[in-house]
């Protein structure tokens, strides 16, 4: 088993492959290889200007900084964005932003559809405000409809945990997240990590 956050040396880093532990992925020499041959023509080109944007913004752009960048040095025109309707201004403000650099902007929200939450199952006890309509987050759709929109590139905003992960599976184009939900947090889910030993150290350790 692989245990990379628990490790002190991340040679790594340093390409020191004399200090690699027994469990290291680096000694899976042959399997490095091979891994290595899925990097070649568009997986190269993305791979590669997935690196320049790291260099070039870095410790200096914001994420979004970093997704315009990133998605104009890829020549992409069409960017889709699948957002929780919690998030409807952030999703409104970046759509903005992305407009205003030239890129055609395609958005979907969780609800559409407005598909009962009883079609997954969801008794009335357990919905967020029980004995009111709730429309169950449809990431499915958000992912297909961006689809068929032909959106080079996808940017998640605040979708729910579970809900994202459909959203990824069914989704052609690439994507990437700009918002990890956390309503607690300010959708500022690492905070969460950072408090672990303190505040919040009751809360999440057994």
Not at 101 to 124: A, R
Not at 175 to 201: E, I, M, Q, S
């Amino acid at each position: 088993m692989f245990t990379c956050a628990e490790c002190e040396k991340l040679s790594c880093r340093e390409g020191r492959t004399d200090q690699l532990p027994k469990n290291c992925p680096g000694r899976l020499t042959t399997l490095q290889e091979e891994i290595r041959k899925e990097y070649r023509d568009e997986i190269l080109l993305f791979a590669r200007q997935a690196a320049l944007t790291e260099s070039k913004g870095y410790c200096q752009w914001t994420r979004v900084q970093e997704i315009i960048y990133f998605c104009k040095e890829m020549g992409y025109h069409k960017l889709g964005i699948a957002f929780c309707i919690g998030l409807k201004q952030e999703a409104r403000m970046l759509a903005k932003i992305l407009r205003s650099h030239g890129f055609d902007v395609v958005s979907v929200v969780c609800k559409n559809g407005g598909t009962p939450k009883s079609f997954l199952g969801i008794p009335e006890q357990d919905k967020v405000r029980p004995g009111q309509f709730e429309a169950m987050c449809n990431p499915i759709s958000q992912a297909k409809l961006l689809n068929q929109a032909g959106v080079d590139f996808n940017i998640v905003v605040g979708l729910c945990v579970g809900h994202d992960s459909l959203f990824f599976k069914y989704a052609e184009a690439p994507t990437t997240v700009l918002v990890a939900k956390d309503r607690v947090l300010a959708h500022n889910p690492a905070g969460a990590l950072y408090c672990a030993d303190g505040y919040f150290k009751n809360k999440l350790f057994l």
